[in-house]
């Protein structure tokens, strides 16, 4: 029975729950614009109390890799090496767009109400990344990987040839802002989808079964593609 600290920060939410054998007992979250950083050791204090639990009672803790934002990823991946560096825990690891398919493939009236036969199904989860960019890849309902993940610009062509011969699902915070580019009468839009802590403890306590772990001294989230800093246009006072 393995007890997992559970982190997601890669998308505006921020997500921390604490599993047993894979069923999550305490989770905190929010979508407050800009609150990883002052709110996600918060929430870690707020769950392990809840459970009447101290990090040396854990067996790991589990973080989304991204892709995503480079801030909020650098601070959860930055909090949960700190948390294992300090309790000698294993770190796992595991991509943010997977955690967001579990999200909907383990949801069964959220897949009733969109009348999805799921076995034919292709599934797109989107991150937002900058203006008609996203960061995506295309799952079958096995979650085999049909296109592995990339940064991708969406025009009209995009995705022309899946939705051909399939269903083909999106969803995440980067569906929406191609919901018009991509309409088609084999495309399915399912809006309100983020990649939960409680979807990840799933696939974390998979890997934990698997001790398919990290090298806690060299991990490093997935960027998928270089920071890009912006230049404010606000005056500076000196």
Known sequence: MASILNIETATPLCSVALAVNGKVIARRETTEEKSHASRLTVFIEEVLKESNFKI?????????KGPGSYTGLRIGVSTAKGICFGANLPLIAVGTLRIMFKEV?????????????IKDALF?????ARRMEVFTCLLNSKGEVVEPVSARIVDADSFRSSLLDHTVVFFGTGMEKCRDTLSH???VFIPDIYPGASSLALLAEEKFNHHDFEDIAYFEPFYLKDFIATISKKRLSV
């Open 56 to 64: 040396t009672d854990l067996d790991a803790v589990a973080i989304g």
């Open 105 to 117: 493939i383990t949801n069964p009236d959220l897949l009733k109400r969109e009348a999805l036969i």
């Open 124 to 128: 797109s989860p989107m991150i937002d």
């Open 185 to 187: 009468q084999h495309a």
